[in-house]
């Protein structure tokens, strides 16, 4: 048998899984509904034309259409790349074009096909490809890759992405062909008879063109090709001869063939180059002597711009009727000229982009737009009229004068000198082109028909082409080049072929040769024939199978493929063809003929005409009837252990070699009838012994591995293999089973029941000799080492680990055969049941054992990874340990992780991976030593990592080390990754990437890691996890407009009382309020109505106030639905009167109300509504604009909405034509909204077109000759501030001077400017102070402005000055209303001048300039001061001297000048009323400065501060006596409105009750002196208390200060209509000061909010040391500058800390998402909500003593603790007894105490562990273990453990198993072993004599016995030991041994033996160790 094996004989596989193929596509089409309708609409014109009958003309379309679909169907294959999950099944895709229709559809083996997308075009699909193209980012430069399917129509490409975008790409010319690249797609032009006269002499147009986006223009490529006369000249592919034939992205290359030469060419294409572009573009290298030289280019790019089309898709010149242009002419214009006038040209050139002003249409469109409108969509046939075939169309063109004359010379042709060449994205650079064959027959093109690339077993790689019509494919092997960046291809080798296909998986190609038969091929070597069922059989009809498809529409036979082969040269004289072939596209069928073809075909057998659509390892054969079949071509290995053996056998092996095993092996495995997968292993020992040179039939044991072959090749189809090659079946008869066999009586690995194997092995004669001739003898060495490391590798894995023992037994009998005996003896200890069985031997000849090439590596210490890791533990120096690259990739990773986490040496992974770890190189490998450093290097290790774990973790995660992969590693190896994932998990770091968090299983983290990256392409980023707000049930919950206050976070703030919904109640302005007035005897009906409704009218004054309020209460809750208009809550002004609740209205005529007067708080409402939603919800221009109301009573509302919009931020997305809409209308209320909102969210950007807008309406920004336009006063306010929100912070210097006169501005001659002056004046100081906001004195560049100065001026009055600049002339004539004089009027400037003084030297703490605002000191002056100034001057003073801003009482009266707090003699004539009013006006004033110091702060004492003066002004209300009287009542309530706010602001977000309960007292109060004024500032108060639902609160930024001092002037209006003093809009900037500061801690699990504890530390600063306050959150956190860092505290919660003094950016995220930091409960404790004192925790029941826990601990309760459903079911069956399993008490108690402690040490992944621990020594004590392997492990844990014990107590808690389970089971292991010792020493003694191996039962004893102790293999060392006289002499003997002393001891009485006397054993107390 032997000399068969290997003998190239003709075999033959067999093909699997047949079926019939028809393109579901076609299935698809014919059920489309618009394929055909189109297809009728378009031809009807046409047979118009031909016919005068319609019906004639109808019937005549319908055939053509038949036809024409049939023959212009085509469809390509492609594997699926969908990577949902990594086992996703994987299935084909397929697009398919007929007609105007591409169908894209997916199937799968298990599913059937479905339509993915499926796009109908205007004009017939010419061709349709997939093509992936690269969109750069704006910022980073990697590219993000789109995936789309291109549809190639004549006149234009339709590219539709995945994700949804669609663009049209209008071609500039005819195409040919369009080709998918790495880049993008080329196009090839089609040359047309035109070119000649088109091009300048000497100069052709490029062909060949690339695309890189659809919305790039199409430019055209350079070539850079290699030859004797050009040099590496780069030019335009422009060569017409040139024809593409192939194109491939990876590896990125284009083949082309030379019609003239019949050569192919490959290229690489790549992207241009700056000099080689340049070169192109200079184009004067080589003026080919014309002076058009120059122009070529130029000319180039007009023709390509202007001609829209060159001939329609209609007539491809097929009708002749092409356009003639005049040969002097270099344009085209008979395109130009026909009946439409839509003429799509091409954008100018690409680069324009940057520096060309008239930026062209498409490229201007950036590609984040919608891609829509990337251009104007145009059906493809319309735009070319008949007539533009008609003969008569020169004629047109001449009259109309659109042809120059024909002697127009090119040079004054006007469009060559200003047309700018196009600049080139790609280059073809030629890399290979074939040698021209002499003899070749030119007359026979030879252009190849197919081009792929293939590789063959041994990762050689071919490009192939197919040149049909020599029958032969030519295969040229290339290589990379070292760096990858280059092709070199070498050799060329031709194989006869009629057709081929590549089939990727399998590394093998399909070829068809000329007699009809399949072969198959890898590379260029032949495996064997293809035998597919049923084909060549003439019996087999196919007509029984197939039947039910066979309908004679379905026979028209198609071109395999019908866009790049016409013509099917068949070898006719081989097979007569029955098919009439479509020789060319306008060949004519009659129906007739289908019928008769068909019943033609079927009298001679199909035979396979072509191949097409290669997948995987599926092809679709084409046969000669037309039909399709797909078959499937078997793989080389499905048993994982077989491939991994093929793999390590191709790594060592030469390459002719290894070429040799594979295909032999191939052959064996897939022969027809072939073993089922059960057997593969066997099979492959065989085949593989028998290439050795073992006779296999002589060998016992592989004898017995025959009987599974079955010997009669029956010609079945194979059924499909399970993808695992079933172990169980293999395992069980080669271990035995367990339990029904013992081990001594019967052979372990045979399938029979002979118990006398050993005679067998007697006769050891010549029968059991090698033979040396075998291809393989040579290197059994090498493979035998390969193998040898395979094994490791293998127990490295849980769920390899069964398949070892398979493969040790092939090692066993090498390691004999080559005399081995200490790997012999390895494999014995690993299997000691196993390998006793095996005895045989084969004989090598000495004088052949020099032809074996014994390989360096081999080495007699047998490399075993086990004993590596162990000494590793033991703090042992290792050689480093053997390793295949690619192979033994989980044996590199765990000696790396175990270099560098036990050893502790950094660079292990990096720099010094060659101290742990040797690679064997195996001749033919070129990549083996960059492998893995290339792998390493692509991921950028940039963590923070301090210590050994951490380093560890994040390397394991950068390797794509999963916990996945964690639990298949064994216990004992496993135990110091876990360990280190275990302190890494307690204290994390915030930055680490998301794997490396799922890694250490803290979900919490990768959650938060997670949703950074999805930041921002969800809607829903805060609500992922469910905060949406409940759905209220009655319809008037709905309308209040506060219902999307997330309730659950809420809840758990507020979590014992109702203020939120007490805050609804008080804010809700949608419904009526009640009016209760009663009736007195005296007052009529008629009056007593009257009464109601003046009532109603105060309380009328709240209702419309509390728009303002509601705004910050709901700001930012809500995310829009897209589709629909966004809620507004109407504005109710009716009321009802108890007790019949009858109406009452206002509208009634009874009282006189005032006119307009909701026009504000409309716009307030509107407001209200906007702020709702939320910064990160989806808003676009169309939704804003659909939003529109249509009744005009609401355009206040809606003008309120647009500035709601710029608030947060959504009004930047409005397009500009909308803006400008808008502000036309004239609207006021639209104006002022949209100024502000624009401004607001274009905050401190300088943006240009804004500050356009802005200054159209103020006239001081105008020119001064310009038109006055009649701007209404409010607008000008509105836009003034405007310029100061755009230029925030700028200090920008025209703007400054502006702003500053206009604070003075005087009242002009007519009305203009007279009225409400005060709040223009206001406005601009308050812009003036934020354009130069906190700049202080370092105003650059504004010394000359004398900015304070000026200020001061208008603060104090005095002189007006000239005016200065443009606005002289506009102000030269006095006012005819107010008579002023040429002082300032001071009550106008002063307000505006004081805060301009407090915003720009805001927080200097300037004393100079703060002493300008201190109050008068004598009465005389005080009087000349308005009491509201002495506010405004206080609260300036403050905010300047920051710093010294105190918040206690003492501070605040220390404001008030020394003259009011002295006593007073009564003998000076004071004005009481001054002094009170100047007091509480000074106190308001600083408490004002309070709030803004601590606003957001919720600081306790600065709120009891404030507090504190409020209580003082309410009790001075109270009492209606002589203070309330002196001060007044406005004046104390306006102080005492200020002092609310104050408060609001400091404790803003908080929900404080105190303020509650004020705001809810004020909110009472309607009558009297509360005007609408102070309801807005009440209401405002409980706003700012509440902001955001309380998940906002305020910053003390510059920008936010400036924000709340034009928000809360402390003038309020005294009636809804009223702008006199400060603008009502202005009251809404407060929002811009708001920032979200709420922390929710959501759990992980659960995905709902909880309670957690925080840690936050707060930086030192003057006021305080560093400090640390514990807050429970859900919290507000105080402002994150403050913060050095905040962390998430034990005992309930693991820990996460965020380090602020680093970077506060990440903190900053997750505020403004929500405020989510996900948590993660530990197992054992509940959550706060639950056990809010922590009794109820698992740990709490320990706290007396630690054992009672595991007694008290009920295992049923542990669902409360722990949410790990592994813990939870572990629970459940194994630690409750239950009748089915009858266990004993002491594992259940055992069980249950593991389940304590992994739940109590919070590590649940230890619980395998354990439980494997426990198992290894139950299987020890009850003497059934099988293998060693669990005592290795076990060993390993032990030594972990003590090496963690030996480094000191301080270490211990780090350790994972701290329990006292380990010490126990250790003990249990060293009794069991200990007592075999004392009973058995003589068997160890006989083996460390080197006597024969025991019997079975002793020998796994023995085994364990030896592993445990870790004793080398002694048998040479025996001699040393033995003789020891003494303790210490043995000591010093086994030093070199490396025996720990503890294993050492055990020997110690059967060493030292009874020579030394009993009496010295018992003195060594053995448990001491």
């Given at each position: 048998?032997?000399?068969?094996v290997?003998?190239e004989?003709a075999?033959?596989?067999a093909?699997g ?5 028809v393109?579901?596509g076609?299935?698809?089409?014919r ?8 297809q ?6 046409a047979s118009e ?5 319609g019906a004639?003309?109808?019937?005549g379309?319908?055939?053509e259409?038949s ?18 999950r990594?086992?996703?099944?994987e ?9 105007t229709v591409?169908v894209?559809?997916?199937g ?5 096909s ?10 017939p ?6 093509c ?5 980012h ?8 789109e995936?789309?399917v291109?549809?190639?129509?004549s006149?234009c490409i339709?590219?539709?992405t995945?994700?949804g975008?669609d ?6 010319f005819?195409v040919?062909n369009?080709w998918?690249?790495k880049f ?5 032009r089609?040359n047309?008879?035109?070119d000649?006269?088109l091009?300048?002499p000497?100069e ?6 690339s695309m ?5 223009e199409?430019?055209?490529v350079?070539c850079k090709?290699?030859g004797?006369f050009?040099?590496?000249r780069?030019?335009y592919?422009?060569d017409?001869s ?6 491939c ?12 030469q ?6 690489a ?20 002597g014309t ?5 070529a ?7 390509l ?5 060159l001939?329609?898709p209609g007539?491809s ?8 242009v005049s ?5 085209h ?5 026909s009946?439409q006038?839509?003429?799509?040209t091409?954008s ?8 060309s002003?008239?930026?062209s249409?498409?490229a201007?469109?950036?590609r984040?737009?919608?891609?829509g409108?990337?251009a104007?969509?145009f ?10 075939h008609?003969?008569?169309h ?7 004068g659109l042809?120059?004359?024909?002697n ?5 042709s006007?469009v060559?000198?200003e047309?700018e060449p196009?600049?080139p ?5 030629q890399?290979?082109?074939?040698t021209?064959?002499?003899g070749c027959?030119?007359?026979m ?5 197919k081009v792929f690339?293939t590789?063959?077993?041994c990762e050689n ?5 197919l040149v049909e ?6 295969c ?7 760096n ?14 009629k057709?081929?296909?590549p ?27 293809v035998?597919?069922p049923?084909?060549?059989?003439p ?10 498809l066979s309908?004679?529409?379905e ?12 013509l099917?040269?068949?070898?006719e004289?081989?097979m ?5 072939e ?9 129906v ?6 068909y ?6 057998t ?5 191949l097409?659509?290669p997948v ?9 009837s037309?039909r ?5 071509i ?5 048993s994982?252990?077989v ?8 790594f060592?092996?030469?390459?002719e ?12 495995y897939?022969?027809?009838?072939g073993p ?6 066997n099979l492959?020992v ?5 290439l050795?040179?073992?006779?296999t039939?002589?060998?016992?044991w592989?004898?017995?591995?025959h009987?599974e072959?079955?010997?009669s090749p029956?010609?079945a ?13 293999d ?5 035995g089973?367990?339990?029904h066999r013992?081990?001594n009586?019967?052979?372990?690995c ?11 092995s007697?006769p050891s ?6 033979d040396s001739?075998?291809p393989?003898f040579?290197?059994?060495?090498a493979l ?11 127990l490295?894995d ?5 398949r070892a ?14 005399q081995?005996?200490e790997?012999v003896d390895?494999?014995?200890?690993d299997?000691p049941s196993?390998?006793s069985?095996f005895?045989?031997?084969?004989v090598?000849?000495?004088?052949l054992?020099?032809?074996?090439q014994r390989p360096?590596f ?6 075993c990874?086990l004993?590596?890791l162990?000494?590793c533990?033991?703090g042992e120096?290792s ?5 295949l690259?690619?192979?033994c990739?989980?044996?590199?990773l ?9 050893v ?5 992974t990096?720099?010094e991976v060659?101290k742990?770890l040797?690679k064997?190189?195996?001749g ?9 450093y290339?792998?390493q ?9 301090e210590s050994l774990a ?9 390797e794509?080390?999963?916990?996945k992969d964690?639990?298949?590693v064994p216990?004992?190896?496993a ?5 280190a ?6 204290q994390?770091?915030?930055d680490?990437s998301?794997e490396?968090c799922l890694?250490i ?10 949703k950074?990256?999805l930041?921002?392409?969800k809607?829903s980023?805060?609500s992922?996890?469910?905060l ?7 319809a008037?919950e709905?309308e ?5 206050i ?6 758990l703030?507020?979590?014992q009382?109702l203020?939120?919904?007490e805050v609804r109640r008080?804010?809700q ?11 007195l005897p005296e007052?009529?009906?008629h009056?007593y109505?009257?009464?109601k409704e003046n ?7 709240r209702?419309?106030?509390l728009?303002?309020?509601r ?7 809500y ?5 629909e ?7 109710n ?12 209205d206002l509208n ?6 005032p006119p307009?007067?909701?026009?504000w708080?409309?716009?307030h ?7 709702k ?9 169309a ?6 109301p249509?009744?005009p ?12 919009l710029?608030?947060?931020g959504?009004?930047?997305?409005l397009?500009?034509?909308n803006i400008?809409?808008?502000?036309t209308?004239?609207h006021?209320?639209t ?9 607001s ?6 943006d240009m077109s804004i500050t356009?807008l802005?200054?159209?309406?103020i ?8 038109t ?12 003034v501030?405007?310029?100061?929100l755009?230029?925030?912070g700028?200090?920008h210097?025209?703007?400054a001077e502006?702003?500053?006169s206009?604070i003075?501005?005087?009242p002009?001659p007519?009305?203009?400017y007279?009225t ?11 812009a003036?102070?934020?354009?130069c ?9 504004m010394?000359?402005?004398n900015v304070?100065?000026q200020?001061?001026?208008?603060m104090v009055g ?7 600049g ?5 102000h030269?004539?006095?006012?005819y ?6 002082t300032?009027?001071?009550?106008v400037?002063c ?17 100079s ?8 000191d ?6 000349f001061?308005?009491?509201?100034f ?8 403050c905010?300047?001297?920051?710093d010294?801003i105190l918040?206690n009482?003492?501070?605040v ?8 707090r002295?006593?007073f003699d009564p003998s000076e004539?004071?004005?009481?009323e ?5 007091q509480?006006?000074i106190t308001?004033?600083a408490c004002m ?7 957001g702060?919720?600081?306790?004492d600065?709120?009891?501060c404030?507090y ?11 009492f209606?006596?002589?203070a ?7 004046n104390l309530?306006?102080g ?9 602001m ?15 007292f ?8 509360m005007?609408?004024?102070?309801h807005?500032a ?7 208390l509440?902001?955001?639902?309380g998940?906002y ?5 510059n920008?936010?200060i400036?924000?709340l ?7 309020f209006?005294a009636h ?11 009251r809404?900037?407060?929002?811009l000061a708001?920032?979200p500061r709420?922390?929710v801690p959501v ?8 309670y957690a504890?925080?840690?936050v530390t707060?930086?030192?600063t003057?006021w ?6 514990e807050?429970?959150a859900?919290t507000m ?8 860092r905040v962390?998430?505290?034990g005992?309930?919660?693991?820990e996460?800390?965020?380090?602020l ?7 900053q995220?997750?505020?403004?998402r ?7 409960l530990?197992?054992?404790q ?5 056990d ?14 630690r ?5 008290a601990f009920k ?8 949410s790990?459903?592994?813990l ?5 069956f194994f630690c ?11 594992t ?6 593991m389940?304590y402690?992994c ?5 649940p992944?230890?619980l395998?562990?354990?439980?494997a621990?426990e ?6 004590r ?5 293998q060693?392997f669990?005592?290795w492990?076990?060993r ?7 090496s963690?014990?030996?480094r000191g ?5 780090d350790a ?16 069991e072993l200990d ?5 058995n020493s003589?068997v160890?003694r006989?083996?460390m004599?080197g006597e024969?191996?025991?019997?079975a ?6 085994a ?11 048998r040479?060392?025996?001699?040393q030991l033995e003789?020891?006289t003494?303790l ?10 490396r025996?720990?002393l503890?294993d050492?001891l055990?020997l110690?009485p059967?060493?030292l033996?009874?020579?030394?006397g ?5 003195v ?5 160790f």
């Open positions: 048998m032997s000399e068969v290997y003998e004989t075999t033959m596989i093909a899984e047949l079926q019939p193929f393109p579901f076609r299935e698809h089409c059920n489309h509904p618009n394929a055909f309708n189109l009728l609409r378009e031809l009807q014109p034309l031909w016919s005068s009958d004639a003309g109808l019937v379309s319908l055939q259409v036809l024409q679909e049939r023959e212009r169907e085509c469809w390509q294959l492609r594997k699926g790349c969908k990577g949902v990594e086992e996703d099944v299935f084909e895709e397929e697009l398919y074009a007929a007609g591409a894209w559809s997916q799968s083996r298990s599913q059937a479905n339509v993915y997308k499926a796009f109908t075009v205007d004009s699909v010419q061709q349709a490809l997939w992936t193209f690269a969109v750069p704006d910022k980073k430069d990697e590219e993000e890759v995936q789309t291109c549809i190639v129509q006149s339709n590219v539709h995945v994700t975008k663009f049209i790409s209008p071609l500039p005819q040919s369009v998918a690249t993008g797609l080329l196009l090839e089609k047309t008879a035109t000649a006269q091009s300048p000497g052709s147009l490029p062909t060949v063109f890189l986006h659809p919305l790039d199409v430019a055209p350079v090709p290699t004797p050009e040099g590496s780069v030019q592919v422009s017409a040139m024809k593409i034939v192939f194109s992205c990876q590896p990125s290359v284009v083949v082309s063939y030379d019609t003239v019949g050569t192919h060419s490959v290229w294409l790549r992207r241009v180059t700056q000099d080689e572009r340049s070169t192109v573009l200079r184009c004067s290298a080589d003026p080919v002076p058009l030289g120059l122009m280019s130029g000319l180039l790019t007009s023709h711009r202007n001609i829209s089309r001939d329609s007539g010149g097929a009708t002749g009727t092409s356009c003639v040969a002097g002419s270099p344009l214009y008979g395109a130009l000229h009946h006038s839509r003429i799509m091409s100018p050139g690409s680069h324009s982009r940057a520096h002003p008239s930026i249409n498409m201007a469109l950036s984040a737009h919608s891609p409108m990337a104007p969509s059906s493809g046939a319309s735009r070319f009229n008949t007539s533009l008609s003969p008569s020169q004629h047109h063109q001449q009259q109309h042809l120059p004359s024909l127009t010379t090119v040079n004054d006007v060559a000198p047309v196009i600049v994205d790609l280059c073809m650079e890399l290979w082109s074939e021209v064959a002499a027959h030119r007359e093109s030879s252009q190849a028909s690339l590789s063959d077993l790689r071919y490009l192939c082409f019509s020599h029958q032969q494919l030519r040229v092997k290339f290589i990379e080049s070292n990858t960046s280059q092709l070199i291809f070498t050799s060329v080798t031709t194989i006869a072929a057709d081929a296909e089939l990727q998986n399998i590394d093998a190609m399909l070829v068809l040769e000329a007699c009809g038969s399949l072969v198959l091929y890898t590379g260029i070597t032949r495996v064997s024939k035998f597919v049923g084909l060549l059989s019996t087999f009809s196919l007509t029984n199978h197939l039947s039910h309908m004679p529409a026979k028209v036979s198609t071109p395999a493929n019908a866009g790049s082969r016409h099917q040269r068949l070898d004289a081989a007569p063809s029955p098919v009439s479509l020789r060319g596209p306008n060949l004519k069928h009659h007739g003929s289908f019928v008769e073809d019943s033609f075909q079927h009298a001679t199909p035979y396979i005409r072509a097409r659509d995987c390892n599926r092809v679709t054969l084409e046969l000669s037309g399709m079949l797909r078959i499937s078997p793989e080389i290995a499905t994982e252990l491939r991994k053996c093929l793999q390590a056998v191709r060592i092996l030469p390459k070699a290894a070429m040799k095993v594979l295909v032999k092996w191939y052959n064996i897939n022969a027809p009838g089922s997968a059960h057997a593969e292993w492959f065989t085949c593989f012994m028998t050795m040179g073992y006779n039939e002589r060998l016992a592989t004898r017995n591995l009987f072959v079955p010997l029956v010609i189809a194979k059924k499909a293999r399970p993808s695992d090659g079933g172990s169980e079946e395992l069980d008869y080669l271990l089973s367990h339990y013992q081990m009586s019967q052979p372990v045979t399938a029979e029941t002979t118990t006398g194997q050993s005679s067998v007697s004669g010549p029968s059991l000799k090698l001739a075998a393989l040579p290197h059994i060495p035998f080492y390969v193998l040898h490391l395979l094994y490791q590798e293998l490295l849980e769920l390899q680990r069964a023992s398979s493969l040790v037994c092939l090692l066993q009998q090498l390691a004999r055969d080559l081995l005996d790997y390895l494999y014995w200890r299997y196993l390998i069985v005895t045989e031997s084969c090598i000849d000495q004088t054992i020099g032809q074996m360096s081999l080495r007699a210490e047998p490399p990874v004993s590596w162990s000494g533990l033991r120096e050689p480093p340990f053997p390793c690259p690619g192979i990739t989980r044996t590199r765990l000696v790396l992780s175990f270099a560098l986490y036990i502790g040496d950094e660079n292990a990096s720099t060659s742990y040797v064997l190189s195996a033919q490998k070129y990549c083996t030593s960059e492998l893995h290339r792998r290097s692509s991921v950028k290790v940039n963590f923070s990592c951490e380093q560890l973790v994040v390397w394991l995660t950068s794509g080390f999963t916990l964690l639990e298949s216990f004992g190896v135990l110091p990754i876990r360990e994932i275990y302190r890494c998990r307690e994390p770091c915030s680490w998301e490396v890694l299983g803290r979900q919490d983290l990768t959650k938060q890691a997670h950074m990256t930041a921002k392409s809607a980023v805060g992922g996890l469910s949406e707000p409940p759905v209220a049930t009655e008037d709905e209040d407009g506060m219902s999307d997330i309730q659950e976070v809420t809840g703030i507020w979590s009382d203020r939120v919904q008080l804010l302005s949608s419904r009526p309020v009640r009016v209760s007035v009663v009736q007052v009529s009906d009056e109505i009257e009464e009532k109603l009218l105060q309380l009328c004054q209702t419309m106030a728009p303002v309020g705004g910050l209460f709901t700001l930012f809750s995310q829009p639905v897209p589709t208009p966004l809620p507004v809550p109407k504005l002004l009716t009321g009802r009167a108890p007790p019949r609740n009858t109406m009452v009634s005529g009874n009282i006189d109300v307009n007067m909701t026009s708080p409309s716009f409402n509107g407001v209200a509504a906007g702020l939603i939320a910064p990160a919800s989806q808003v676009d221009s939704w804003i604009a659909y939003n529109k249509k009744s009573e609401l355009a206040n509302e809606y003008a309120g909405f647009l500035m709601a710029g608030l947060n959504h009004l930047t997305k397009a500009t034509l400008h809409d808008y502000l209308k004239g006021e209320m104006s002022i909204g949209l100024l502000l909102g624009v401004s969210a274009k905050l401190g950007t300088m356009r802005l200054s159209i309406h006239p001081a920004l105008l020119p001064p000759t310009s006055e336009l009649d701007v209404p006063h409010n607008v000008q306010v509105a836009a501030i405007g310029i100061g755009v230029y925030q700028t200090g210097r025209h703007n502006v702003l500053l206009e003075g501005r005087p002009g007519e009305m203009e007279c409400d002056r005060e709040s223009y004046s206001l406005a601009a100081g308050l003036l102070g934020m354009v906001l906190g700049h202080g004195s370092n105003l650059i560049g010394t000359d402005l304070p100065e200020l001061y001026q208008y005095g002189h007006r000055r000239a005016q200065a443009a606005n002289r002339e506009r030269k004539s006095p006012s209303q107010i008579k002023e004089g040429d300032i009027n001071v009550d400037t307000p505006g001048a004081t805060l301009a003084l407090a915003m720009i030297y805001l927080k200097t703490n300037n004393r300039i703060a002493d300008w605002l201190k109050p008068p004598t009465w005389f002056l005080l009087d001061i308005k009491p509201e002495l506010l405004l001057r206080t609260l300036a003073r905010i300047i001297m920051w010294e918040p009482t003492e501070w009266k220390s404001n008030i000048p020394q003259i009011m002295g006593t004539d004071i004005n009481m001054t002094m009170a009013q100047a509480d006006y308001a004033g400065a309070l709030g803004l110091r601590f606003a702060s919720a600081n306790s600065a709120f009891d404030l504190e003066f409020a209580r003082t002004f309410m009790k001075i209300m109270s209606a006596g002589t309330a009287v002196q001060t007044g009542y406005y309530q306006t005492l409105s200020m002092i609310l706010l104050a408060m609001s400091v404790m803003s977000g908080t929900g404080n009750l105190k303020v509650l309960q004020l705001c809810r004020f909110h009472k109060r309607t009558g009297g002196e005007n609408y004024g102070f807005m009440h209401h405002m108060g409980l706003g700012l509440f902001l955001g639902g998940r609160t305020l910053s003390t930024s920008s936010a400036a924000a001092l034009c928000a809360l002037y402390p003038h209006p809804s209509t009223d702008n006199r003093y400060h603008l009502q809009a202005l809404h900037l407060a929002v708001a920032e709420l922390l759990d992980v699990d659960s995905l709902k909010p909880c504890l925080l840690e707060y930086k030192e003057k305080y040391k560093e400090t640390t306050v807050l429970m859900p956190l105080p402002e994150l500058h403050l913060l050095k962390k998430v505290k005992p309930r919660y693991w996460l800390s965020v380090d003094s680093r970077e506060t950016q990440h903190l995220s997750i505020l403004s929500d405020g989510v930091l996900y948590v993660k530990r197992a054992g509940l959550p706060y909500k639950d809010p004192q922590g009794w109820k925790s698992l740990l709490a029941s320990t706290v007396n003593h054992a009672s826990g595991v007694r295992p049923e309760s542990i669902s409360t603790f722990t790990e459903p592994a939870v079911s572990f629970a459940e409750k007894a239950s009748e089915e399993i009858q266990q004993r008490d002491d259940l108690v055992l069980f249950s105490a389940l402690e739940v109590t040490q919070e590590c992944e230890m395998p562990t354990y439980i621990i198992q290894a020594v139950g299987a020890l009850r003497a059934d273990l099988l060693t669990p005592l492990q076990m390993l844990v032990v030594e972990l453990w003590d963690r014990v030996q107590p301080a270490n211990r808690h994972l198993l701290t329990s006292e389970f380990l010490p126990v089971m250790k003990n249990m292991v060293d009794v007592r075999w010792l004392t009973d003589s160890l006989s083996y004599r024969a191996l025991p019997k039962a002793q020998s796994i004893m023995l364990s016995f030896l592993v445990y102790r870790s004793i080398p293999s002694l040479n060392t025996h001699t003789g020891s003494s210490g002499d043995l000591l010093w003997r086994s030093s070199r041994l025996i720990p503890r050492l055990r110690v059967v060493l033996g009874p020579a030394s009993p009496h010295s054993v018992p060594l107390p053995l448990q001491a």
